[in-house]
């Protein structure tokens, strides 16, 4: 696709229910990272896949947060048993990494999805 | 563990103003060190710097790098209204790819 497509938009969920967010990357990139964005704050990273290579999960803030991507594109993140400190923008992004060098290919972010805990 | 570390968090001027934005970085590896512009959804990309000294440039905005004193500066000459927005600092270390933001600088520029 043209670029990062992420849904759903916004999610609103009951504490303790699990959600699944999904991330359309680039089409060609083989780089794929999940962001959480609180309100007012930076950028947190969760998660990195790159091509076939196990995934860099050291940002994950506890074992509720999972995420897979499959055949190299898509990836779903899901979060089990939903708490309120979950509540939070979560972006995804790609690039066109080659080699495990950042070799001129800055992220392309998606718009997010807002998820909110009630 | 790495770091990014940007200031002010917060800033307020006039059009026409021209603005300063500071990103410092501690890693034990680095490779390069990005800025982005967020409005109001997803972050877009400004500049990626790897060498020190050389300045990029793009219209308004320009960026720099001193790898000896760990820092970069974004300015921003002649704000207009459409500048209004969260400046993103991340640095790319090692060789996993990751990329850790600073906590952002929030740019408010007034009519």
């Known amino acids: 696709g043209a670029g990062v497509s992420q849904s759903p938009s916004n999610k609103v969920t009951e504490k303790g229910k699990d959600v699944e967010l999904r991330c359309d990357p680039i089409s060609g990139h083989t780089a794929l990272y999940w962001y959480r964005q609180s309100l007012g704050q930076g950028l947190e990273f969760l998660i990195y896949f790159q091509g076939n290579s196990a995934p860099d999960k050291s940002g994950l803030p506890s074992d509720r947060f999972s995420a897979e991507r499959t055949g190299g594109s898509v990836s779903t993140l899901t979060i089990q048993r939903t708490q309120q400190e979950d509540s939070a923008v979560y972006l995804c992004a790609s690039s066109s990494r080659a080699g495990g060098r950042l070799v001129n290919s800055p992220l392309h972010f998606g718009n997010g999805t807002r998820l909110t805990v009630t | 563990e790495d770091k990014v570390v940007q200031s002010p968090l917060s800033l307020v001027v006039h059009e026409g103003d021209t603005v300063t934005l500071n990103c410092s970085y501690e890693?034990?590896?680095?490779?390069?060190l990005l800025w982005y512009k967020q409005e109001k959804k997803a972050p877009t990309f400004l500049f990626m710097l790897t060498s020190s000294g050389i300045e990029k440039k793009s219209g308004r905005l320009s960026s720099i790098l001193d790898k000896k004193e760990l820092f970069s500066i974004l300015n921003i000459t002649a704000t207009q209204t459409g500048d209004s927005a969260v400046y993103l600092c991340?640095?790319?270390?090692?060789?996993?790819?990751?990329?850790?933001f600073g906590q952002g600088t929030t740019l408010q520029v007034k009519p």
């Open positions: 991340a640095e790319g270390s090692g060789n996993t790819g990751k990329l850790i």
């Open positions: 890693v034990t590896n680095f490779r390069s």
